[in-house]
C-alpha cells in the first residue's frame, strides 16, 4: 500500500512530524511520492547536513523576503544559517518569520512540512522540556514511533531521554519494552500527545513494522490508539521507499434494528439474551470500538426501543420507510453521515446479539491490511454479519431498493470473505423457537 492510495494529504498542508524511529526518512518519503514537483521542508529545531543532502535544493535565507516562491521547484529545505556548535547542523526559521512563510506557501498552494524535534537517531524518546516545538499554524501532525524499540531491554541506547521515560511511565531499567510501554507513551499528554495544537488532525506512524514479530499486538494498539489519534499508520522504508502496511481510519458504525420482528411475534430488538435486551447486546459491542460515530436506525416499535436505549451515548434515526425493506435502513445509516462520510462503514444486525468484540476487531484489522471495498463473513457458503463498505460503495448502496439489503452490489467490488467456523457467531434468529433453542444449546 502506497500513502498516495490513502488521500490523507493534500498540497494544502502544512504538516509537523515530531517523534523518533526514522523521521527523517520518512519526511522525506512523503515529500518525494506526494509532492515531488514543489515542497517545502524546514526545522524548529536543528537537522544534520547529512540530511539536507537528502533534498533537491537547499536554501539558506537571511530574511524571509529574500526568497523567490517562484524559483522552488522540487524538494527544497529552507534554514536560515548553520547551527555553530558540535557538528555541522542547520537551524530552521525563527516563529515570527516562520509564520509569516507558512502564509505565503498556504496562498501559493505549496506544502510545508517541518521536523518539529530532534531524537538522536532513536526509535524512541521522551520529550524534553521545550519540545516539541510545533507551531500553532500546522493543520497536521504526525507522530512518529520506532517499532524496532520492541523486544528491547529499556536503556539510553535505545530511547532519547530514558530518564523522563522512566520517571514517568515507571519503566525499569533493562525492562524489556513492549507494545503496552508504547500505547502508555503515545496517550499520555506529556508524552507522545504534547504540545499538538488542538485543531490539528493527529496522524500516528508505527514505523519500522519490518522489525515485527508479533503483528497481533501491534494490531490490539492501533485500534486502541484510535480513542486519541485521527488515523493510525503501519509503516517501513524498503528500498528508499515508504511502504503501508496497514492503516486505521475513520470508520463509521450502522446498528440496523429498523425491522417489525414479524417472525419473532413482536419487537425482537428487546427480546432478552445474556440478561440484557438484543439492542443493548449489539450497543455494547459496538461501543467498545472506536468509531467516529455510531448511528442505531430504528422503525417499526421507535418509541418502545427508545426508552431502552435513550440512555446509551450513541445517536438514533428513524427509519419512517421500514416497510420498505432492510435498503432502506441501509440508506438511512449511510445518509445520517452526510457529506463528511467516514472511510467505511460497518453494518450490525439486531439480531446477532452474540457477535462479540473480537470479531469486530477482525473485520476492521481486515480492513486495514486490505483495503477491500467490501467485507462480509461467511459460514456454510452463507453471507453473514457483520458486513464492512468502503466509501468506493457508498454511491450504488445508497441506490439499493427491497429488503436484500447491502448484499445487491456485492458482485460490482472488490469483495473479501471471512470464513466463520463457530456455528455459535453465524446464527441469526428469526424466531421465538430458534431463540430458545438458542440458549439452550449454548447455556
Known amino acids: 500500500m502506497r500513502i498516495s492510495s490513502l488521500d490523507l494529504f493534500s498540497k494544502s498542508d502544512q504538516i509537523a512530524f515530531i517523534g523518533s524511529g526514522g523521521k527523517t526518512s520518512l519526511i522525506f518519503s512523503i515529500a518525494k511520492e506526494l509532492f515531488p514537483e514543489k515542497c517545502v521542508i524546514t526545522t524548529t529545531t536543528k537537522m544534520a547536513m547529512s540530511e539536507v543532502a537528502m533534498a533537491d535544493h537547499s536554501i539558506q535565507l537571511d530574511h524571509i523576503d529574500n526568497l523567490d516562491l517562484d524559483k522552488l521547484k522540487k524538494i527544497s529545505i529552507i534554514y536560515q544559517r548553520d547551527f555553530a556548535e558540535g557538528p555541522v547542523k542547520i537551524i530552521g526559521l525563527p516563529a515570527k518569520p516562520l509564520r509569516e512563510f507558512s502564509r505565503k506557501l498556504k496562498k501559493e498552494g505549496i506544502p510545508l512540512l517541518i521536523e518539529a524535534d530532534g531524537s538522536k537517531r532513536k526509535p524512541l524518546k521522551f520529550p524534553g522540556d521545550n519540545e516539541p516545538n510545533i507551531p500553532e499554524f500546522v493543520n497536521k501532525v504526525c507522530v512518529v514511533v520506532g517499532l524496532s524499540a520492541l523486544g528491547k531491554p529499556f536503556s539510553s541506547e535505545i530511547v532519547h531521554r530514558f530518564e523522563y521515560f522512566s520517571n514517568y511511565l515507571k519503566i525499569n531499567a533493562g525492562e524489556v519494552i513492549s507494545p503496552e510501554h508504547l500505547f502508555n507513551y503515545l496517550v499520555l499528554p506529556n508524552g507522545g500527545l504534547k504540545s499538538i495544537p488542538p485543531r490539528a488532525?493527529?496522524?500516528?506512524?508505527?514505523?519500522?513494522?519490518?522489525?515485527?514479530?508479533?503483528?497481533?499486538?501491534?494490531?490490539?494498539?492501533?485500534?486502541?490508539?484510535?480513542?486519541?489519534?485521527?488515523?493510525?499508520?503501519?509503516?517501513?522504508i524498503e528500498n528508499g521507499e515508504l511502504i503501508i502496511d496497514a492503516h486505521w481510519g475513520k470508520i463509521g458504525c450502522v446498528i440496523l434494528a429498523a425491522g417489525e420482528g414479524r417472525r419473532f411475534g413482536g419487537p425482537k430488538q428487546l427480546a432478552l439474551f445474556n440478561q440484557k435486551t438484543f439492542i443493548e447486546n449489539v450497543i455494547e459491542n459496538a461501543q467498545k470500538m472506536n468509531f467516529v460515530d455510531i448511528v442505531l436506525v430504528l422503525g417499526a416499535y421507535y418509541k418502545e426501543i427508545l426508552a431502552v436505549v435513550s440512555k446509551d451515548?450513541?445517536?438514533?434515526?428513524?427509519?419512517?420507510?421500514?416497510?420498505?425493506?432492510?435498503?432502506?435502513?441501509?440508506?438511512?445509516?449511510?445518509?445520517?453521515?452526510?457529506?463528511?462520510?467516514?472511510?467505511?462503514?460497518?453494518?450490525?444486525?439486531?439480531?446477532?446479539?452474540?457477535?462479540?468484540?473480537?470479531?469486530?476487531?477482525?473485520?476492521?484489522?481486515?480492513?486495514?491490511y486490505t483495503k477491500a471495498d467490501i467485507i462480509v463473513h461467511e459460514f456454510n457458503g452463507k453471507n453473514r454479519h457483520p458486513t464492512l463498505f468502503s466509501k468506493n460503495t457508498f454511491k450504488k448502496l445508497i441506490q439499493i431498493k427491497g429488503e436484500e439489503g447491502g448484499r445487491q452490489i456485492f458482485k460490482d467490488f472488490n469483495l473479501l470473505k471471512i470464513k466463520i467456523n463457530d456455528p455459535y457467531m453465524a446464527q441469526d434468529i428469526d424466531t421465538k423457537e430458534e431463540l430458545n433453542n438458542f440458549l439452550e444449546v449454548h447455556k
Open 201 to 236: 488532525e493527529k496522524i500516528l506512524f508505527l514505523h519500522q513494522s519490518d522489525c515485527l514479530v508479533d503483528f497481533d499486538q501491534i494490531n490490539e494498539i492501533a485500534l486502541k490508539l484510535q480513542s486519541q489519534y485521527d488515523q493510525v499508520i503501519l509503516s517501513r
Open 313 to 368: 451515548n450513541i445517536h438514533i434515526t428513524e427509519n419512517k420507510n421500514w416497510r420498505k425493506g432492510q435498503s432502506t435502513s441501509v440508506k438511512a445509516g449511510i445518509e445520517f453521515f452526510g457529506k463528511n462520510k467516514p472511510e467505511a462503514i460497518l453494518f450490525l444486525l439486531v439480531d446477532q446479539p452474540q457477535i462479540n468484540e473480537d470479531l469486530i476487531k477482525n473485520t476492521l484489522n481486515k480492513y486495514a
